[in-house]
């Protein structure tokens, strides 16, 4: 039994609501009028609550556990918050709470549950496999609630990296914004934070400024980063360092530790002496007025238009400096490009539309997310092994978040999927039939 199960419960008014006794008043009558407004923060469950006790109608919050006696281990007992509590909900009445020498009026619910509704439940939080995704077996026969819970989860998941951009740019410098939004999304996992260090050291507005000359772009963006120090006799390296040195006197930058980047666990175009040849291409060649101009299509069709063939003719041989390999091609990683779509550029639309008050930016961004094709990674690929096939960015992101924030956590009674599997009947998955979503 969880408490969440409770909440549920009582918000989706799957209870006798007007057949309720009180517990610990049996002589008296209960009517819940208003289950209250259902809080998720800290407090009481349920604000606002109005229950009509003997004819008489209170109104205040309304606090649910699983035992009564949770109350004291919980401590509501010291904390003002809860002293506005009408009504207490459990599951199962152990101790009398009192608030001011009164006891509490409470409902012990244990005999209302439908039993097997709350089978149905436990059945599907304990039936999981080695994904984490509890309802393997059912999401086949809820596709509405499946394509339904994705768009939820897609709007989340960019609703909050757009958030998360906003939060960190101060004075509404819409460039800075654009350029962190932009360093944040390559990095993956692995530079992610050394990219963001990156963007703090070296300000957008030099290479704005010295964006003329794209060797000069290139050694502020490898020197910065402290990739040039290291013993190396490419000529081409000796270049970068003699730029940088003049560059960084210039303008009184310093230089980060080299060990903030990771080489291991990426692949070579990966990584970050990559990262950085194709990052100073495309800051060179896309500017943040692309973003305001430009319909979807026409983004979509401008970045995959940026051509490597601006990229220094040394990264036709090479993944490190000093290290010359025979089978190399000279372009841009397809990942390089998507993970600047799907983690730049989406959630700078998102982040506009806050600083803006524009919606019409989050409708460049759903269609943007609606033209591109879903990537590929573990996570999606267990996805098709249930025969669950995304056809596009926006369906592949909701399957990322579905599984990320409400499988591995368990928030079946949040989710469209499990709300609907615990109202109705189980039945097992086909797996003979796929499913283009």
């Not at 809820?142 to 757009?162: D, P, T, V, W, Y």
């Not at 003329?212 to 006799?233: A, K, Y």
Request: charged fraction near 20%; charge should be neutral.
């Amino acid at each position: 039994m969880q408490e969440k199960y409770l909440h549920y419960l009582w918000r989706m008014k799957r209870l006798p609501l007007h057949q309720f006794k009180l517990i610990n008043y049996p002589k008296s009558s209960v009517y819940i009028e208003n289950i209250g407004w259902y809080n998720q923060e800290s407090g009481p469950d349920f604000f606002n609550g109005s229950v009509i006790l003997d004819n008489i109608r209170w109104q205040g919050n309304i606090e649910m556990h699983i035992k009564s006696s949770d109350w004291y281990v919980h401590k509501h007992h010291l904390d003002k918050a809860y002293q506005n509590v009408i009504l207490h909900v459990v599951y199962e009445y152990d101790k009398p709470v009192y608030i001011e020498g009164k006891e509490i009026p409470t409902i012990e619910l244990k005999p209302y549950i439908e039993k097997e509704h709350l089978n149905r439940y436990i059945k599907m939080i304990n039936h999981e496999n080695h994904f984490h995704i509890p309802c393997y077996r059912n999401i086949k026969s809820h596709i509405i609630s499946l394509h339904q819970q994705i768009e939820i989860a897609f709007f989340n998941r960019i609703e909050r990296k757009g958030i998360a951009l906003v939060e960190k740019i101060d004075d509404r410098d819409f460039y800075s914004l654009f350029y962190h939004a932009i360093l944040k999304s390559v990095g993956g996992k692995t530079n992610v934070l050394a990219l963001e260090q990156l963007g703090n050291m070296l300000p957008y507005s030099i290479l704005l400024r010295e964006s003329w000359n794209p060797v000069h772009v290139e050694s502020l963006l490898f020197g910065c980063s402290g990739l040039l120090s290291i013993s190396c006799d490419d000529e081409y390296f000796l270049h970068l360092c003699k730029n940088w040195q003049l560059l960084k006197r210039k303008y009184n930058l310093s230089e980060m530790n080299r060990e903030s980047w990771k080489f291991g666990g990426t692949r070579p175009n990966s990584f970050p002496t990559m990262l950085l040849a194709q990052l100073s291409i495309f800051l060179i060649q896309f500017k943040l007025e692309n973003i305001y101009k430009l319909d979807s299509q026409a983004l979509l069709t401008r970045i995959e238009s940026i051509s490597s063939n601006s990229m220094n003719v040394y990264w036709q041989n090479h993944y490190l400096f000093g290290v010359e390999t025979n089978c190399k091609k000279n372009q841009f990683s397809p990942l390089f490009k998507q993970n600047l779509l799907i983690n730049g550029v989406i959630p700078l639309l998102v982040a506009l539309k806050y600083m803006h008050n524009d919606f019409s930016y989050m409708e460049k961004a759903i269609d943007l997310a609606e033209n591109i094709p879903p990537e590929n990674n573990n996570i999606i690929n267990y996805w098709k092994s249930l025969n669950i096939f995304p056809k596009n960015v926006l369906e592949s992101q909701g399957l990322l978040e579905l599984k990320n924030e409400f499988c591995n956590f368990k928030k079946c009674l949040s989710c469209k999927i499990g709300a609907a599997i615990l109202e109705y009947e189980n039945k097992e998955i086909d797996t003979k039939n796929s499913i283009l979503l």
